[in-house]
Every structure is written in structure tokens, then in C-alpha cells.
């Protein structure tokens, strides 16, 4: 099977000279990360054989010159180029990417600006990607869709394929109350581009938990141990962080770089790698070593800190003001501290060669990475893996991904000055033997769960998702070849019954639980089923037998409210109590219910004549969340030898006596003729149990979950209706 991996840039960079164009491999942890994993395919336990890495090359390509780009980019790397005009990437790259979601991921709401026209041209950008994809997707292709850059993407495609689609984010994924302040359709949209995702990653738990939140309070969406239901599909959200190729980075040769530690065996180095970023804490990490310094000054002339920062978005204004703040503090720092024989601060504003960074890792004591927010950080995982010897002292700021892993390290708070100092001269102070110590539980940790395992573990999960779903859907798919079968089936039989819930099948849900009256449109479908000759129709209901007479009493229908305790049958037209119940539990259940109620504003109780329903649909999304789980066990715990019965409805509790068994009301019908064509429509839980007990020659349909007992699956109401339609018709 093949792996189309889509990123924004592609793992070589196209830029042009004199000569013509150039090619050289891009930097970045997302780019070293997966040619690692693509070079071990051949050598790992995985599915994927073959791949094909998609993503702009980094510069506008005039239209003439584009097929030579496809040409050289494919022979230097299996990547097919995505084009786009400067105008339309400077909107979304330096634009919507990188002044929106960018700051706003990292919880730097002073640097986000909304611009609508960079919102619409990401989504330009997005579509141009999910296009370029459809011209060269194949059957049994793999899509891996990488970070924040392509959110819209999954979505785009699952309107037009049924390939596995599988999205990790490679930046943090801020809580709810940051997230929240997206314009509303912006924040709605990018969920609903990654829910088109089989398979959602994220570097931390943390990470997948807020994104399960927002699902939940923006979509009104609950999850299952970290699967979301979804338009007729399962969503995994799950965790995997990233690791790296520890081996290259343990193993590597770095001469002629000299890593012998401490050359004059007097000065220490306390190492800072990091590109150019507000998110970094570079700014202050500086100021923590500029109070180190003040605070100890027998450390003077005896350690200097290496500083190594890599150039990035320079056309973004935040960052040029970064560049000017930091060139002035290190001048101040350097200028206050230095003397003829020693600089505190050795400052390099550049990208290193591999060789001469891993290097530097070996002969730094310390290194120090003070992200005041981060996805994972990469760098701290190489400097450890880099330790041969094991020596040296990781200082890791809480807010990384990376700090979940590696807890050995020293673990500070990036925005706290004076513990940055205090965590220098710790480290600089830590006995070697405990270096050690430290070192080989995280490089153990690492070896073991590399980026190999990390792609391969995201892969394989992806595979399972897409596995699960295409063989329960392929069972459950309700096929027009199906639905025209069962229309013959239906049109031929001598005695034919339909049994359907009104809620959620017949009409749409409502936040009103006395306000779902059938449309005229509905009641003709109706009249016409039950004219036809032969044909019974039953309408099964949680609802009181009041709103059903309100609602369809002048149609000769056969009906059941508050879930069989009462049934209408169409040749009496008149109601009878199925089981004589005792309703006295409702003086001890009712003082609960209201108690609950008053706990949560926009929630109501409807007591009927044997069952009582709280409904939460108008409150608080995340609220009725927390809160109906809490009354739902409370109601279990307190009922379990009252012979009542609490379950789940469409955002709601139930609450009835257990005697009232939906199956055996369903049977009574049965019973009542030898049917040869029964066809049973549903929608809840509840209804698992009838679709099991349905005799061989039944057709049941179940609205919504996948996985589901019922012979066949369709996607909501209005599918149901357009169905029932045809069936009226039929005939």
C-alpha cells in the first residue's frame, strides 16, 4: 500500500540563482523526522510499501518551468510538488498560519490577528491541495495529512474519497477557552475539517484532551474513551509522541568536530538551540542567565552560554521585533558582564550542519530550552540522545511536549526568571554519577519509542480505524441495490408490517421535547403507507400518549408511547395500559431530578403518566456532559432494587419501570399476523435489542452508529424519510 504524506512544504526546497533552479533538503523536525521513517519502510512491521510526499516547494514556480520542478524534485525525493502563486502563500503562510493559528496555538493571543481575506485563501489553499490530491489518489492509498497548515483538508477529502485519512499536529492544540476565540464559523470549520480524519494524533494527552473538549462544547459532540461518532463514522483521537532517530544521533561520528566536553577543562557551556520565535522563550531564557550571572558571580569567567538561533519567518513583523530585542539583550548582557579574557554570551544567529550540532551537544554541559510553549521539541530528545558518555544536564521547560517524556531532566517554569537561574546553577552543580543516571533512563525511553516506532504505531492505528469502519460499513452500507431489493420484497408480500421511532427517525431532534409535530410532508407518507392494502404500520415512542394523540391521532396508525407502557392499536383507535406499574417510585426519584435541575440551567424535567425524562439538550454543552453522568449513576445506584429502569435517550435520561420491555411490545405486533415483509427503523441503544430479536427474514435499518445489530446503516431523518417515501410508492 502506498503513503501519501501532505505537508505544507516538501522535504526539499526549491530555490533559484543564476544557474537556474536549486535544490536542497528543507530543514525542520517534521522533515527529519518522517525521511527517517520513509528510509526504514523496507525494514519495519507496517503496511505501507510504497509513498509519495506532496507539499509546496517553497517559491512560486512560473507556469513553464513547473513539469522541469516535477521532474527534479522527484529525482532528488519521491515528492510531487503542490504550485501556488507568492500572493496566495504569503496570505496563508505568513498570514493565516502564521498570524492567526500560530500564536493562537501557542497562547500568544497578543500576536494573533484575524484577517478575513487570509481565512479565505487558507481555505483556497486547502482545497488546491485536496484537488491535486484527487488527480493521482489511487484505491488503496494511505493519506497522512500534517499540521495546522491543512485543518480543512481531511473533510475536503472525505467528500470525495473513502481512503484512509489520518492528521497529526505537530503544535500544541490550545484549550477551549483560547480555541474559543476564534471568529465562530473559523473555529466550527477547522473541527470539521479534522473530523473528516479516521485517525486524529496529537504529541500529548493533554493536547488530544483539549481538542475532545472543543468537539464537545463547539460541536456537541461526546466521545467514547477518545472515539467520536461522526457523520456515520468512527473518529479516533488518540496520542503518539513524536520521537526521533536515536541511533543516528547516538551513533554518528562528528570529525573532524572536536566533543571532547570542558577543551580548557575549566569553562563550562550551557547550551541554547532554537529557531527565531516568540513561542521559544529565548528572551527569557537570556534574562534567567543574565541573573545566574548577578547571582553567582564565582561562575564568572568559568561558564558561557552558546547560543544558536536559527533564522525563521523573517517577513513576519513579531519576529523581526524578536530578532532587534534579542540582538539588544545579548549587546547589554555582554557588554555589562564581559571582560578582556571571557564573553558570557557566544551568540550565532544561523542553522548548523548535523554534524557540527550534534557536536556541539556532546561538548555542551548543559543545554537549556525554555519554551514558553511547544508541540513536542525535538532538540531536547537530540541533545540527550547525543550523549555518548551520558554527561550533561538537560534543563526542560514544563510547557513542552517533550518535558511528558523526558521527566529526568530538570523541569522548570519558563516564565519564572529566577528558577531558570536557579535550575543553571543546579545542573551546572549535578554529580556526574547522577548525569549518568538521568541520561540513560531517558536515552533508554527514546531508543525505544523513535520516530520509527512513532510513524509506524500512527500508521498501523490508522489502519485499524479504516480496517473496523470499511468492514462494518461494506456489512451495513443500505446500497440503492439493497433499498431496490426490499422495495420488490415489500411491493410482492401478502402481509407486510413497518416499525419505526418517531424521535430522530420521523422528525429531526428538537431542543423542545413538546414541539416535534409531524410535518404535512410526513403525515402523507403515513396516510399512503398505511393505505396500502395488507400493510400495518407501528410508531414506536418514548413520548406521552397526549402529545402522540395531539400529533397523529386523526392517522389509522398503530402506536406505543412512553416506550410500551401504552399501546394504540389502529383497529380499536383506542389506548391500552400494557402492564398495570406502580408509579410510586416517582416520590423518591422526582426531589432528584428537580434537585439536578436546579444545578443546571436550560435542563427540564417531563413526567408522563409511568415514566418521567430530564432533558439536557438546551444546557450547557460540556455541563449536561459532567452532570448527566453524575445523575445517571446516581439514578442507577439508588433504583437498582426498585425495579426501575434508567437509560440514555437523545440527550436525555429516561427513567421507567423495568417491567415495560420495548421488545415485547414490538413482538405483540408480530404476533398479530404471519408477516412475510417486516421492516424495523431505529435509532438508540434501546433498539439493539430489537433488531436481535427480529425473525430471519426481517430488513432492520439503524440511523447513525455503525456498529450496530441492525442489517443496515443510513445517515439521518431525512434519509429515513426519503425511504419511506419510495416504499409508500411502491405500491
Not at 527529519?32 to 512491521?45: F, P, Q
Request: hydrophobic share 40%; glycine share 4%; aromatic share 12%.
Amino acid at each position: 500500500m502506498r503513503l501519501l504524506i501532505v505537508s505544507n512544504r516538501l522535504p526539499v526546497v526549491v530555490s533559484k540563482n543564476d544557474k537556474g533552479y536549486e535544490l536542497k533538503k528543507s530543514a525542520g523536525g517534521l522533515v527529519s523526522g518522517l525521511t527517517d521513517y520513509l528510509h526504514s519502510l523496507n525494514k519495519s512491521d507496517t503496511v505501507i510499501d510504497d509513498f509519495l510526499w506532496l507539499g509546496w516547494p517553497g517559491m512560486s514556480i512560473e507556469s513553464k518551468d513547473q513539469d522541469l520542478i516535477r521532474m527534479e524534485v522527484n529525482k532528488v525525493f519521491k515528492a510531487k510538488p503542490v504550485f501556488f502563486s507568492q500572493t496566495l502563500m504569503d496570505k496563508v503562510y505568513l498570514g493565516f498560519c502564521n498570524k492567526t493559528l500560530w500564536p493562537l496555538f501557542h497562547y500568544f493571543l497578543n500576536y494573533t490577528t484575524y484577517d478575513r481575506d487570509y481565512w479565505l485563501q487558507y481555505k483556497r489553499h486547502n482545497k488546491i491541495f485536496c484537488d491535486e490530491i484527487l488527480k493521482i489518489i489511487r484505491p488503496d492509498d494511505y493519506i497522512w495529512v500534517h499540521d495546522y497548515h491543512l485543518m480543512l483538508l481531511p473533510a475536503l477529502l472525505r467528500e470525495k474519497i473513502s481512503n484512509p485519512i489520518g492528521f497529526f499536529l505537530h503544535i500544541p492544540f490550545p484549550t477551549f477557552e483560547i480555541y474559543r476565540t476564534l471568529q465562530n464559523d473559523v473555529r466550527k470549520e477547522i473541527l470539521e475539517g479534522l473530523m473528516g480524519s479516521d485517525l486524529i494524533g496529537f504529541h500529548t494527552h493533554d493536547y488530544a484532551q483539549y481538542f475532545l473538549r472543543c468537539v464537545l462544547r463547539i460541536l456537541g459532540l461526546e466521545n467514547h474513551i477518545g472515539e467520536v461518532e461522526y457523520n456515520g463514522r468512527l473518529v479516533k483521537v488518540s496520542t503518539f509522541p513524536m520521537g526521533i532517530d536515536y541511533e543516528k544521533f547516538h551513533a554518528m561520528n562528528v570529525a573532524p568536530f572536536n566533543d571532547e566536553k570542558n577543551q580548557s577543562n575549566e569553562e563550562k557551556i550551557v547550551l541554547s538551540v532554537d529557531r527565531l520565535d516568540y513561542s521559544k522563550g529565548i528572551i527569557n531564557r537570556l534574562l534567567g542567565f543574565e541573573l545566574f550571572l548577578k547571582k553567582h558571580p564565582k561562575w564568572h569567567n568559568k561558564v558561557h552560554m552558546k547560543m544558536i538561533v536559527v533564522p525563521s519567518r523573517t517577513g513576519v513583523p513579531s519576529y523581526q521585533r524578536i530578532k532587534r530585542k534579542l540582538d539588544e539583550l545579548v549587546g547589554k548582557i555582554n557588554g555589562r558582564y564581559s571582560n578582556t579574557n571571557w564573553t558570557p554570551i557566544f551568540y550565532q544567529y544561523t542553522s548548523l550542519p548535523h554534524k557540527e550540532l550534534i557536536s556541539l551537544y556532546r561538548r555542551s554541559n548543559v543545554s537549556l530550552l525554555t519554551p514558553l510553549r511547544d508541540g513536542m521539541n525535538l532538540v531536547a530528545k537530540e541533545y540527550v540522545a547525543s550523549l555518548q558518555d551520558k554527561k550533561g544536564v538537560l534543563i526542560l521547560s514544563e510547557f513542552t511536549g517533550a518535558a511528558k517524556e523526558l521527566n529526568e531532566s530538570i523541569v522548570i517554569n519558563p516564565y519564572n526568571i529566577e528558577e531558570i537561574a536557579n535550575a543553571i546553577e543546579e545542573a551546572l552543580n549535578l554529580p556526574e554519577p547522577e548525569q549518568i543516571r538521568c541520561n540513560q533512563a531517558m536515552q533508554q525511553r527514546l531508543q525505544r519509542y523513535n520516530v520509527t516506532f512513532w510513524a509506524n504505531d500512527f500508521v498501523n492505528q490508522l489502519h485499524e480505524m479504516y480496517r473496523m469502519s470499511v468492514s462494518s460499513l461494506k456489512k451495513k452500507k443500505f446500497t440503492s441495490q439493497i433499498q431496490h431489493d426490499i422495495l420488490e420484497r415489500y411491493r410482492d408480500a401478502k402481509h407486510r408490517i413497518v416499525v419505526t421511532n418517531y424521535d430522530r427517525v420521523l422528525v429531526p431532534f428538537s431542543g423542545e421535547f413538546n414541539s416535534v409535530e409531524p410535518t404535512e410532508f410526513l403525515k402523507k407518507i403515513i396516510a399512503e403507507i398505511t393505505g396500502n392494502e395488507n400493510t400495518d404500520l407501528v410508531i414506536n415512542s418514548g413520548r406521552s400518549r397526549k402529545y402522540l394523540d395531539k400529533w397523529l391521532g386523526d392517522l389509522d396508525i398503530n402506536m406505543t408511547a412512553e416506550h410500551g407502557t401504552w399501546v394504540k392499536d389502529a383497529d380499536t383507535n383506542k389506548w391500552t395500559l400494557m402492564k398495570k406499574v406502580s408509579t410510586e417510585w416517582k416520590e423518591e426519584i422526582m426531589p432528584i431530578l428537580e434537585m439536578y435541575n436546579d444545578r443546571l440551567p436550560g435542563a427540564s424535567i417531563e413526567e408522563k403518566e409511568y415514566s418521567v425524562a430530564w432533558h439536557y439538550i438546551k444546557a450547557d454543552v460540556e455541563q449536561s456532559s459532567f452532570i448527566s453522568k453524575e445523575l445517571f449513576d446516581n439514578l442507577v445506584s439508588i433504583t437498582h432494587n426498585m425495579n426501575i429502569r434508567v437509560e440514555y435517550g437523545s440527550q436525555a435520561i429516561e427513567i421507567y419501570h423495568a417491567g415495560i420491555d420495548k421488545s415485547e411490545i414490538v413482538k405483540y405486533f408480530l404476533d398479530k399476523k404471519k408477516y412475510d415483509f417486516i421492516f424495523l427503523i431505529g435509532n438508540n441503544w434501546s433498539d439493539e435489542e430489537l433488531y436481535r430479536i427480529l425473525p430471519d427474514h426481517s430488513y432492520s435499518v439503524n440511523i447513525g452508529n455503525i456498529y450496530t445489530d441492525a442489517n443496515f446503516m443510513i445517515k439521518d431523518h431525512s434519509e429515513a424519510l426519503f425511504f419511506l417515501k419510495s416504499m409508500a410508492e411502491t405500491i
